[in-house]
């Protein structure tokens, strides 16, 4: 199993020395788009708004709009304005009109699991499992699968670092479509493009004839969750 190390002084690398980790353009271009390309206007009331849902979610039940407000301290109609705010590709409710999912976790099924304080959560794509343990504030486990072997994949995170994955050689693979693309429909733009797979050689095999469709090590993968994370939340310290 691969172990991650820090950075020196215990300390995980600023955004600047995580940016020069990358070691081409494809990953300099991922880094722009997760990082400023689809909320558009992100305001520290949807930073705010955001890291609400998500720790709600987080507590493995769906999120009413009471609850969201009061946890918020907004009221409800304020609340309802700034759901209203977010591209429509970015929350689903359920037929009660409740959050069951929100930019990247989910509490339906899908193929990617979030093992979270004994709870089974879901992604929408494994890059998801890498950027969420920080916002929740919590150690976690991704359990996916190689799309091409169906070889079990896991990440195993503490709410700071990278702690260690198995297999040793897996990697990600990363596309970096339009922000308005993904506004509309972010599964598709995105998420269904994103997944880890057993080696460099399995991601070749499935990524022959696709466009836009680039390979990242799970470490760099990593920094570059680490580096959306403090350009969403830039007034929140999570």
């Not at 959560?121 to 969420?132: A, Q, R």
């Not at 343990?133 to 190689?146: F, M, Q, R, V, Y």
Request: hydrophobic share 40%; aromatic share 8%.
């Amino acid at each position: 199993m691969k172990t991650c190390e820090e950075g020196e002084n215990g300390g995980m690398l600023d955004c600047c020395q995580e940016l020069e980790a990358f070691d081409n353009g494809t990953k300099h271009d991922a880094a722009s788009f997760l990082s400023t390309g689809y909320l558009a206007e992100n305001t520290s009331s949807i930073q705010k708004l955001s890291v609400g849902i998500y720790r709600l979610l987080g507590n493995g039940t769906a999120v009413t709009f009471a609850a969201l407000a009061q946890k918020l301290s907004m009221d409800v109609k304020e609340t309802g304005t700034l759901l209203s705010e977010l591209p429509p590709s970015a929350i689903q409710y359920n037929d009660g009109g409740v959050i069951t999912a929100f930019i990247g976790l989910s509490l339906a099924p899908t193929p990617h699991r979030l093992l979270l304080d004994h709870r089974v959560l879901y992604t929408w794509c494994v890059f998801d499992g890498l950027f969420l343990p920080e916002i929740l504030g919590k150690s976690a486990n991704i359990i996916t699968h190689c799309p091409v072997t169906g070889e079990k994949i896991s990440v195993h995170l503490a709410s700071d670092k990278l702690i260690s994955y198995e297999p040793r050689d897996a990697v990600m693979s990363v596309v970096t479509p339009d922000a308005q693309s993904c506004r509309n429909n972010l599964r598709g733009a995105f998420c269904e493009h994103v997944s880890f797979f057993l080696d460099t050689e399995t991601f070749r095999l499935w990524a022959e004839n696709k466009e836009n469709i680039k390979m990242m090590a799970l470490e760099d993968a990593y920094l570059l969750a680490r580096q959306q994370n403090k350009a969403r939340y830039k007034d929140i310290h999570l």
